[in-house]
């Protein structure tokens, strides 16, 4: 019969703690059948929030970076517009984004591509955007606001031919 000492004991339960929680990381934001989560996929999905991965948004929440208090400063070499002037309508939508929604169009929060290049290169969908709409125009119009996931924010009022860096606050 093998003697186990105290020490390899305390290994053998804590390697046990890490497989048990790296097996509720399996399943987090999954549900069984009956539609609740394990204790342990919501505690693991608990310390996952505090993490500092961007969340996902949808057509009625922004990311949370969306709406930091902080305005950041221009990450470009675009020109700047102050937020005093921009449109009415562009005043609104920027003030939709800080407070998640909800937003009058399907396609607000979706990724943008920034296929034109004209804003700093990230990966993935680092971008979301978000209309501004056109008083007199029957369709969303061309005018967006982008959101980066570093809060910085563009105004385009062309449909993307140019960008000018929003400067909250001012």
């Known amino acids: 019969?093998?003697?186990?000492?105290?020490?390899m004991a305390r290994g053998r339960a804590?390697?046990?703690?890490?497989?048990?929680?790296?097996l509720a990381g399996c399943g987090t934001g999954t549900t069984t059948s009956g539609g609740s989560s394990s204790g342990a996929a919501k505690a693991?999905?608990?310390?996952?929030?505090?993490?500092?991965?961007?969340?996902?948004?949808?057509?009625?929440?922004?990311?949370s970076n969306a709406s930091s208090s902080a305005a950041p400063s221009n990450p470009s070499t675009l020109a700047t517009i102050r937020e005093s002037e921009l449109p009415a309508?562009?005043?609104?939508?920027?003030?939709?984004?800080?407070?998640?929604?909800?937003?009058?169009?399907?396609?607000?929060?979706i990724h943008f591509g920034n296929y034109e290049k004209a804003l700093p290169a990230k990966s993935g969908s680092y971008y979301k955007e978000?209309?501004?709409?056109?008083?007199?125009?029957?369709?969303?119009?061309?005018?967006?606001?982008?959101?980066?996931?570093?809060?910085?924010?563009?105004?385009?009022?062309?449909?993307?031919?140019?960008?000018?860096f929003i400067q909250e606050g001012q």
């Open 1 to 7: 019969m093998m003697r186990v000492s105290r020490g």
């Open 14 to 22: 804590a390697a046990a703690v890490v497989v048990a929680l790296l």
């Open 44 to 63: 693991s999905t608990s310390a996952k929030a505090s993490s500092s991965a961007p969340k996902p948004s949808g057509r009625t929440g922004a990311s």
């Open 89 to 109: 309508e562009g005043k609104k939508t920027l003030q939709l984004i800080r407070q998640g929604g909800p937003f009058p169009y399907s396609r607000d929060g």
């Open 130 to 164: 978000y209309t501004v709409k056109t008083p007199g125009d029957s369709t969303r119009g061309p005018q967006r606001i982008i959101v980066g996931q570093g809060s910085e924010k563009y105004f385009t009022a062309d449909h993307y031919a140019t960008f000018k």
